[in-house]
């Protein structure tokens, strides 16, 4: 029976030039090195040497990793375990992080919730060999693949993000979602929250919380984490505060306007609102390619009752506003995307714009995960069963 010796002396090669694959190489590093614990022994750690594409093999064993593309879109990944040879590629940076993870998870190592590991079983006849359950693995990415999402509540605080990602990346999460209530760096330079919709002030400036949030991008980065941004923010485009100027912006409920949740999305001065704190948004985050905005959070039904706004069901005022956002980030950035909810009646036509995507369920409701949303807790129990991507 094939199984993965610990005791061999294994190199691990990487590609040249590929910061991604440095860091899951280490990542097998300490996974190979945990296994060897387990078993008893005390060896030096595998090497890792950048190795061209087309170097001829080595005599020792071997483990090959390889990245074919550099669109992150594509996550697929395929590993084989062979006597002395391992390979993993992965279509992406993003794909060889699946691919890294789900042979890690072939020999049974599982991440049920962050901060918990658990380590395969021990090979009763021979404690350094270990018996993965597949021997290989072929996962492409088509144009239907579900990339999978990990939001970040405004509950988390900065010192939960790091363990949060690192659970995330072993369970092979593509995506993080962070709030715009969430503050966290462009990639590019340190600025100043300047817009009304940022709920944090200039003391988000203090050294240290900016320094961990620094941190978290970089991290995210090293893994080829793509950042999204949004969730139940719809109503930030519509600021509160406006509700002193001017109270026909907001929804009318039983012959009154209330400023608590949503807004009234027919109103001329809405529609003006709208696009100018879109454009201040998009602006803000050029490098962002999806947003999400949804209306507030439990309150999905809480829309306006007003004379105009009764003519049009709750999806259709939704789509009333998210469709002036969707043509304002047309013109600011035509690859960018937004998505919205949608679900409880239905639409008369009014029309969708190319770059809105539809979502009927939300992030911890029941079927989110079939839709590749999930929490800290969708693996929690999973600690046998292998993990499968979709």
Same mark, same amino acid.
């Given at each position: 029976?094939?199984?993965?010796?610990?005791?061999?002396?294994?190199?691990?090669?990487?590609?040249?030039?590929?910061?991604?694959?440095?860091?899951?190489?280490?990542?097998?590093?300490?996974?190979?090195?945990?296994?060897?614990?387990?078993?008893?022994?005390?060896?030096?750690?595998?090497?890792?040497?950048?190795?061209?594409?087309?170097?001829?093999?080595?005599?020792?064993?071997?483990?090959?990793?390889?990245?074919?593309?550099?669109?992150?879109?594509?996550?697929?990944?395929?590993?084989?375990?062979?006597?002395?040879?391992?390979?993993?590629?992965?279509?992406?940076?993003?794909?060889?992080?699946?691919?890294?993870?789900?042979?890690?998870?072939?020999?049974?190592?599982?991440?049920?919730?962050?901060?918990?590991?658990?380590?395969?079983?021990?090979?009763?006849?021979?404690?350094?060999?270990?018996?993965?359950?597949?021997?290989?693995?072929?996962?492409?990415?088509?144009?239907? %693949?579900?990339?999978?999402? $990990?939001?970040?509540? &405004?509950? =988390?605080?900065? !010192?939960?993000?790091?363990?949060?990602?690192?659970? +995330?990346?072993?369970?092979?999460?593509?995506?993080?979602?962070?709030?715009?209530?969430?503050?966290?760096?462009?990639?590019?330079?340190?600025?100043?929250?300047?817009?009304?919709?940022?709920?944090?002030?200039?003391?988000?400036?203090?050294?240290?919380?900016?320094?961990?949030?620094?941190?978290?991008?970089?991290?995210?980065?090293?893994?080829?984490?793509?950042?999204?941004?949004?969730?139940?923010?719809?109503?930030?485009?519509?600021?509160?505060?406006?509700?002193?100027?001017?109270?026909?912006?907001?929804?009318?409920?039983?012959?009154?306007?209330?400023?608590?949740?949503?807004?009234?999305?027919?109103?001329?001065?809405?529609?003006?609102?709208?696009?100018?704190?879109?454009?201040?948004?998009?602006?803000?985050?050029?490098? %962002?390619?999806?947003?999400? $905005?949804?209306?507030? &959070?439990? =309150?999905?039904? !809480?829309?306006?009752?007003?004379?105009?706004?009764? +003519?049009?069901?709750?999806?259709?005022?939704?789509?009333?506003?998210?469709?002036?956002?969707?043509?304002?980030?047309?013109?600011?950035?035509?690859?960018?995307?937004?998505?919205?909810?949608?679900?409880?009646?239905?639409?008369?036509?009014?029309?969708?714009?190319?770059?809105?995507?539809?979502?009927?369920?939300?992030?911890?409701?029941?079927?989110?995960?079939?839709?590749?949303?999930?929490?800290?807790?969708?693996?929690?129990?999973?600690?046998?069963?292998?993990?499968?991507?979709?």
């Amino acid at each position: 029976m094939l199984c993965f010796d610990v005791s061999k002396e294994w190199v691990i090669h990487i590609p040249r030039g590929m910061p991604v694959a440095k860091q899951v190489a280490e990542d097998i590093s300490h996974y190979l090195e945990v296994l060897r614990n387990q078993a008893g022994l005390s060896l030096k750690p595998p090497g890792i040497k950048d190795s061209p594409t087309n170097s001829p093999d080595y005599l020792a064993p071997q483990i090959r990793l390889c990245i074919e593309g550099n669109s992150r879109e594509q996550t697929g990944f395929f590993w084989r375990i062979e006597k002395d040879r391992i390979e993993i590629s992965g279509e992406s940076d993003r794909g060889l992080c699946n691919g890294v993870f789900d042979f890690l998870g072939a020999l049974g190592f599982r991440w049920p919730e962050p901060g918990k590991e658990i380590l395969p079983p021990v090979n009763t006849v021979k404690p350094q060999e270990y018996i993965p359950q597949e021997r290989a693995r072929y996962h492409p990415s088509t144009e239907d %693949t579900i990339r999978r999402r $990990l939001f970040f509540q &405004r509950r =988390h605080p900065t !010192a939960a993000w790091k363990p949060l990602i690192i659970w +995330a990346v072993r369970n092979q999460i593509d995506i993080l979602v962070f709030s715009l209530y969430v503050r966290v760096l462009s990639g590019r330079k340190k600025e100043a929250p300047s817009h009304p919709w940022i709920r944090f002030g200039r003391k988000m400036l203090w050294h240290g919380r900016y320094s961990r949030r620094e941190a978290v991008f970089n991290l995210a980065e090293q893994y080829a984490l793509t950042i999204e941004r949004g969730g139940w923010d719809l109503s930030l485009l519509v600021p509160r505060w406006y509700f002193g100027l001017n109270r026909e912006i907001f929804r009318m409920d039983s012959g009154k306007r209330d400023w608590k949740y949503n807004f009234c999305p027919t109103a001329p001065d809405t529609i003006k609102l709208i696009r100018r704190e879109a454009e201040k948004l998009f602006r803000t985050y050029p490098e %962002t390619l999806v947003y999400h $905005l949804w209306p507030d &959070r439990n =309150h999905e039904r !809480a829309w306006c009752a007003c004379p105009t706004c009764r +003519a049009f069901s709750l999806d259709e005022q939704v789509r009333i506003a998210v469709t002036v956002a969707a043509d304002v980030l047309m013109q600011i950035n035509p690859r960018g995307l937004i998505s919205y909810y949608e679900r409880f009646s239905g639409n008369r036509g009014i029309a969708l714009r190319p770059n809105l995507l539809k979502m009927s369920r939300l992030p911890g409701e029941a079927g989110a995960e079939a839709e590749g949303w999930f929490s800290e807790t969708s693996f929690k129990g999973n600690e046998t069963a292998p993990l499968k991507r979709s």
